[in-house]
Each structure stands twice: as C-alpha cells, then as structure tokens.
C-alpha cells in the first residue's frame, strides 16, 4: 500500500515563504550595496535668470552675479531679491551675510538684503577687500608696499598696518576666530634671494600675534578650524594657533593635490577635501579626490570625470556633465543621482548654506539640490 505524503501545515508554509522574502531583501539589499545605489527621486533644479559668467558667487541661501553694472542678488529658485547699482569694473567677496565690494578707491559695505551700511573713497586704489564676521579688510595702494585697512561693518576704522608688508606684494588677507575678531595675511617677498611667502596674523585692533615665514612653496589657501589655523600650500599642510605659534607635529604633505573645499562643524574635525593638481587643472578631469578629517586621511575614485567637488553635511559631492555623486567618510561606492538639466553640467561654481550647488551649464546657470543622507553601502570605521 502507497503511503500518503501529509500536506505542509499552513504555519510551516508561512515560515517558508518569510524566509523566501528575507532572502530576497537581503540579495537586493547586498546588491546596492556592492553596486551603490541609484535614486528614483534624484535632485532638482531651478535655472537663474542671469547668463553664466565667472562673477557668480554662493551667498548664504542665495546667490549672487555681478553683471558688470549691478550686483543682483537672486534666491536658490531664481527669483530676484534686490539688486544695487556700484558701477563697471566692480570686485565684490562676500560672507553668508555681508559684502565687502569695490569700484577704483571706493568701498562699499552691503548687507543680506542689499542694504548699504558704508560706503567711502579710501583716498587710494583698491587692490581687493575681504569681508568677516565683524570686519572688512581693504588692501589700498600700490602693488609693492600696500596698506592694509580694516573697517567694522559700519565703516568706523578699527586698524591699519602698512610696515609689515613693506617691500612686499599682498597675495590674501582673511578673518578668523568664533566672532572673526582674529586677521591672518598672506605676502610674498619677492626681494630676497628667493621667493619667500610671509604669513601675519593679528588680533583686529590690538596687536600684530605672529610673523612666520612660509618659505618658497606658495601658500594659497587658509583654513580655519575651530582653534586651528590651517595654511596650504603646494607641498604641505601647516597648522598654527589662533597666535600664529605652528604646531610642527600637525603637517601633513599634500604634494600632488590641490585644495578645493571645506566644512568646519562647530564641534569636531573639519572635512578637507583635494583632487590631484593636474585633474584640478582642468576641465571635466577630476577623477580622484583625497579627505583629510582629523587623523583620518582617505581616497576616493570617482566613477566618472568630474568638473568639481565639495563638501557638505559632512558628505562629499562631486558633479560630471551628466550625473552627481555622493559619498560619506565610511562609504566605499558612490551614490549616483542622474542631474535633472537637459544641458551638461559645465563648471561647479559654489555650495549655499540651504544644501545647494550652483552649476554652470554652458551659457545657462542653475541650482541644484544636493540629496541628502547616507547610502545604503556606509561602513564606519
């Protein structure tokens, strides 16, 4: 007699098809995170109502372009919030809120609503100005020799130094410190026997803290971390105190890469991030980046040719001409988001505060969200 199989009971049969599901979710879920994962809801745009120029500058949440008359301020979604007629051949630099802008001897002080709390004729050229926290700096004069004049945002003369820089050509000035009360400087020497780059760093009103010689390599950018000061150049990364006093141990060589974007949180290390100097170079060439963060020190390939990369909510994001990528400290792969022009992103002209990029596109400028979060394929160390 055949014996008769017994049925699976419906208890056993629910069991088996959970397990079926959880493998399935597992598979899917070990696939994004070998092959990163691509969004459905990918970033969105909004184009500006000015034509791409090399004057277009990130401003807090907004966005400001100089059309060789008038600074026009716009919103991240293209509407105009005010406008402020200065004339031709017009320099502006900005904070999130305040702008320092100049036309031959004069200067200008405009705050986030296109309001002017200064404006004077300083008696000389101005070579460029600065904008803190607190202050405006004004380098005046001529190339060789210049002076150096701070203003609070009112206008009223908080400093001057003009002995420091003699026989020197001023390349930056810049502020730091949690209130900006702090000025760093950077000069070159170019008397000596050899090209010698001086930094100067001063308490605003006070007294000059520090004068270091930086040697022949060219300093051309300074951080600020928290109460680190951080000056790059072509071969190293240097750190000194808000007192200018260098902290030897805290180098880092950064031969072979160019700076090109930070954020500082308020507590923590800061993200600083570098692409190869010959991809930096160039245009749609970026195909590696570095971070430094603290005593972290890591490399990253990017899956496509890129036009530019920064830092933001402690994520990195680097744009090519059809695609934005994204990437944490812990992650291994990049996160692709297709960009929502129909045109090809051409330059990475800046970050607002808000979360968003401004990207070049041919003739066309536009502000793209950046997505925000972690990918699914994140490993902390």
Known sequence: MQRVKPKMSRARAYALLIGIIAAAVIIVWGASALFGRHSSTGPSASLL?????????????????????????????????????????????????????????????????????????????????????????????????????????????????????SNMILLDVGFYGKDGQYMWSLALDVYGTAANTILNTFEVGKMNTGATSLGEPITYAMVYENSLLRAINTRRMRTFNDRGSEDASASVLVYGWHYLDSETPERGDAMILFAPT?????????????????????????????????????????????????????????????LPMEEPATRYIGTLTNGRAILGCGDKVYVVTLPQGSSLNTERR
């Not at 060789?68 to 031709?88: K, L, N, P």
């Not at 020799?145 to 701070?150: A, G, H, K, T, Y």
């Not at 010959?278 to 980046?289: H, N, T, V």
Request: aromatic letters at 12%.
């Open 278 to 338: 010959s991809q930096a170079e160039s245009i749609f060439d970026i195909r590696e980046l570095r971070v430094i963060c603290g005593k972290q020190d890591k490399r990253y390939t990017l899956p496509d040719t890129c036009i530019g990369a920064s830092v933001y909510g402690r994520q990195i994001y680097a744009v090519s001409a059809h695609a934005l990528y994204r990437a944490g400290l812990g992650d291994h792969r990049f996160t692709v988001f297709d």
């Open 49 to 165: 109502p000015c034509p791409y120029n090399e004057d277009i500058y990130a401003f807090g949440e907004n966005v400001l372009y100089y059309d060789g008359m008038s600074i026009h301020c716009m919103s991240s979604t293209g509407a105009v919030r005010w406008s402020f007629q200065i004339g031709a051949d017009a320099g502006l630099h900005c904070t999130d809120k305040v702008i320092a802008a100049w036309v031959g001897p004069t200067v200008y002080i405009l705050d986030e609503n296109g309001n002017s709390s200064y404006n004077d004729n300083l008696g000389e050229n101005i070579q460029f100005a600065r904008a803190g926290k607190q202050y405006i700096a004004a380098v005046i004069g001529e190339d060789d020799s210049p002076r150096l004049l701070v203003k609070d945002h009112t206008g009223a003369h908080m400093d001057e130094e003009a002995d420091a820089y």
